[in-house]
């Protein structure tokens, strides 16, 4: 037992020893052949020193780094793939991949980032071509940092881009307007609600943009604007988003359906809600009434042009009507309220009335009666 003990002491001693002499970092693969080194669920706690500078494929993933800055990485030039996923990473620095010149594809996937440096992504010489940031933001003020790191790293030549899973419910205006080489931009699966005037400013490369897996109810005109705005041949994807089929998406499936060139997905997209029209397809939504193919369109149930205007003045009648009722009962209860008031007060104004009569009635029958009318003088004389 002992000597068994001994023999995997001594075997480790050797591993050791050996992946020091050949230039390979403690826990890590190398493979001078194919110029890659792994370091994959090794519960590291930073990038490990020592890695070999004919390294050109650098994986290190699965393991526990908290931060990455411009010490991480230096001396090797000849890396062109780094791949930093599933590490915990949340906090990257500004210049942390400056001294990797030739890199060319930046995998920083399945972190937890909550702090992003301006110039986390600068890469000298602009050699970076591919950036994947899936489902790497911690929280949604991480969005603001991020969107400053993209304006600020050296990505001129960046061609691929990927966002996905995020949780993105906006994107801040400008976020890709110094990313004019973009070809395909991936913002799937996340939450995005609208397209605004100004979301994909600056995309003047664009080839494909990936809208999947959203929270796209309908796209209002200035999302439609928006959309038209991108290069004539970039592709879009817009499916698995819960598409509501109401009144206000008329100018969308209009749109989807003289746009179902560019929209890949356009014969899969059905509406999800109101449930009566779940899983109608938008194309047939958008070829609803009398210009319809076929006549077979998807009736929104929306008032024509001159209907809203009726409806309209008919609201406003009823609404008067509720109004008016509403005053007159008020009025009502007020009456009831001082009704003894009332009363006195028209029993003295029937009072004085009899009175201002009787008066009358006495003077009237003087004047009509000649005796009374002499008696009267004379009594005057």
């Known amino acids: 037992m002992l000597d068994l003990a001994i023999s995997i002491v001594y075997c480790a001693l050797l ?213 038209d705005t991108l290069p004539p041949g970039t592709r879009l994807l817009l499916g698995e988003n819960p598409w509501t089929c109401m009144c206000g998406m008329e100018p969308f499936a209009a749109w989807l359906n003289a746009s179902r060139g560019r929209v890949e997905d356009a014969e899969v997209l059905a509406c999800a809600f109101p449930p009566d029209m779940r899983n109608t397809p938008l194309l047939r939504v958008a070829a609803a009434g009398p210009a319809g193919a076929g006549g077979h369109g998807a009736v929104l149930g929306c008032p024509r042009v001159g209907e809203g205007a009726d409806l309209a003045l008919q609201t406003s009648y009823v609404f008067l009507g509720i109004v008016l009722g509403f005053v007159g009962l008020v009025f009502l209860f007020v009456l009831y309220l001082n009704r003894r008031g009332i009363k006195q007060r028209i029993n003295g104004m029937r009072e004085a009335c009899t009175e201002v009569w009787e008066g009358y009635h006495y003077r009237y029958e003087l004047d009509s009666d000649p005796r009374l009318s002499q008696v009267s003088t004379t009594a005057d004389i």
């Open 15 to 227: 591993y050791s020893i050996s992946a020091r002499a050949t230039g390979c970092p403690l826990r890590c693969e190398c493979s001078e052949a194919a110029h890659t080194v792994k370091c994959v669920s090794k519960d590291l706690r930073s990038v490990p020193s020592g890695i070999p500078g004919y390294t050109r494929n650098l994986f290190i993933t699965g393991n526990q780094i908290s931060r990455i800055g411009p010490e991480s990485f230096k001396g090797l030039d000849n890396i062109t793939t780094l791949s930093l996923s599933n590490n915990r990473i949340t906090e990257v620095e500004s210049q942390t991949f400056s001294g990797l010149r030739s890199l060319r594809t930046l995998d920083l996937s399945s972190n937890q980032l909550s702090v992003i440096h301006p110039e986390a992504f600068t890469v000298p010489g602009y050699t970076l071509r591919e950036l994947n940031l899936s489902r790497v933001l911690y929280n949604h003020s991480a969005v603001t940092d991020l969107a400053s790191s993209l304006r600020w790293s050296t990505l001129g030549q960046l061609r691929t881009l990927d966002l996905s899973g995020n949780r993105l419910i906006y994107l801040p205006l400008n976020t890709f307007s110094y990313l004019g080489s973009v070809r395909r931009l991936v913002l799937a699966n996340n939450s995005l609600v609208a397209i605004h005037n100004g979301t994909f400013s600056g995309l003047s490369s664009l080839e494909q943009l990936d809208l999947t897996l959203n929270a796209l109810r309908t796209i209002q005109e200035e999302g439609l604007a928006e959309l």
